[in-house]
């Protein structure tokens, strides 16, 4: 459901040159070849974005100023409606058919934009020119008018419905809440390790580090746990937001003080540097606004990162909790989001971030109406591609049988981790937190398990990581959904089946070279493996014309060839094959 209502004065704009430019482009690319042509398609459609983002942030304000619309949000989205096993399978009690079993043909597993083509990611942008070095660009044609929805306080209209006059206050309140952090204290995560394993393992010593102080020039950013330095830049925002039409007030206020351009030349450095992704490099800006004021109400602050994510091209929103004034960020993902609240706008879902003390349950969410052409800006890429943070060692050690893991995690990943925004399956395979810890772990599989057959070497392997980690359900050791990345395995003392699986078939291809797929059943994530010429007898399945057998690191004594015998005839579906495809 959907009501509109009106603000202030509202804005005529029209659609603009982008859409045109861009089919004058894909005819121009279906006539060339299909290499540089392409290329030279996506840094024409970059172009134009950045031509029409210049554009439209010149009126944002008056956007702002416009036409608000009030939506219902929707509950959030499930990974699996199947529980997960609270015992850990054992082959044992299960008894598996060891005879060939057929599986049905596997379903393909579609990850959010995966091969689609897109705007460039904030971390490929600071790969080269840092954001706030603009170029003099040319405004698209904005003449014209769009078609705005009426509303029904725009006067002079029929008289307002009584439910809307009950459901849709005129003057919505933001309520100021002084000294309440955007981002609120570092999360308290479990133990790293059990008790009696803390008090036999030593520590290792850290040196300490003088903390960071701030100086004329340097601002200190209090980011989850850590204290980083960043140039100093002198601005103002608000104490507090009275009302919705104080946010189009402070944009202006934020924009006369070219806060924008300041701020993201201070920011990026850092931001590319730890390597953060757009989500990440989203709650940074938030630390940095909590840590340069942190007396101001949460309204102002999400206002101002609102305006710096705008101005990076995103197409985030600023929205409000028609119910209590509690103020919100909307984002639109590349990924499909679980567990978060979200609400459709235009066909597409924006999912509810930026202020965790909101109160939103039962409240119909506020936001200000873009038109078509002006919401056109980048989606967060929520995969994280090789983070860089500050070290804070913790070392592991993982054995089971002829193979020993050992070496040190990061732990300054783990409180920015830990209450990350759940993906899909196939995600969390594909983003990578430490490149370092990976090829470590990658070598000493290698030296250990090199010399033996390829089978061999893969039941090996499975053994190890069924034995290896001890299991927990999510909601028992968490208590809520909690999906690894890869590294997470090595800091946490328990995991489930899809955080071994993750973990499983990255090594399989990486360091053992055997190809592989990440399997999901109902409840439950598994993986397969294809070697031809071995000598296996089991479950199995066709794929693209090779033969895989489960090889489940999740089913306790189990050999590659084994299945759950619930599973026996339960097609699987693929999150991601290795070598990918």
Known sequence: MKKTFLIGASLLVAGSALGQTTAETKKETASGGPGSAFEEFRQKIHSDFQDFRHTILEHYADFLEGTWHEYEPLEPMKRSEQPKPVKIPDVTLDKPSTKPVRLPKPVLARIPGQGDTKLPSLQDELGGKLPGQTTPVTSPDLSGEITLPPSPFDPPKAEIPPEARHEVPLSLGVRPQLGVPVLGQ???????????????????????????????????????????????????IS???????????????????????????????????????????????????DSKFPQAGISPKLSAVHYLLANLGFNARIAVATKTGDPIILIPADQKLYGVTYMQIGGENFYVLGNRFAKIAGSPLATCDLPKVASQGKRFDMKVRSLNLPVKERRFDVKYGNLNLTGTV?????????????????????????????????????????????????????????????????DDFHGFEKPYFLEENLFYPKNDCEDRAIFYTYLLWNALGVENQLLAFPGHESASVCLPGENISGTSYEHDGKRYYISDPTYIGSKTGMCMRRYEKTPPTVDMSYPDK
């Open 186 to 236: 570092v999360p308290v995560i479990p133990i790293p390790l059990p008790e009696e394993e803390t008090a036999q393992t030593p520590e290792p010593v850290e040196t300490p580090q003088p903390a960071p102080e701030a100086s004329a020039d340097k601002d200190i950013v209090k980011f989850y746990g850590m204290e980083l330095l960043v140039p100093k830049v002198d601005f103002r």
């Open 239 to 289: 104490d507090s937001l009275e009302k919705v039409s104080d946010f189009a007030r402070h944009w202006k206020a934020l924009e006369e003080q070219d806060v924008a351009t300041k701020v993201i030349d201070a920011l990026a450095p850092e931001i590319g540097k730890m390597g953060l992704n757009d989500y990440l490099a989203y709650e940074f800006i938030c630390a940095y606004m």
């Open 410 to 474: 990061n732990e300054n990943l783990m409180p920015m981790l830990y209450r990350y925004p759940q993906m899909d399956t196939g995600d969390y395979a594909q983003s990578v937190l430490d490149e370092g810890l990976r090829q470590d772990l990658v070598r000493q599989v290698k030296e250990q398990l090199g010399g033996k057959g390829a089978l061999a070497a893969t039941d090996e392997l499975l053994r190890f990581v069924q034995e290896g980690f001890e299991y927990a359900t999510d």
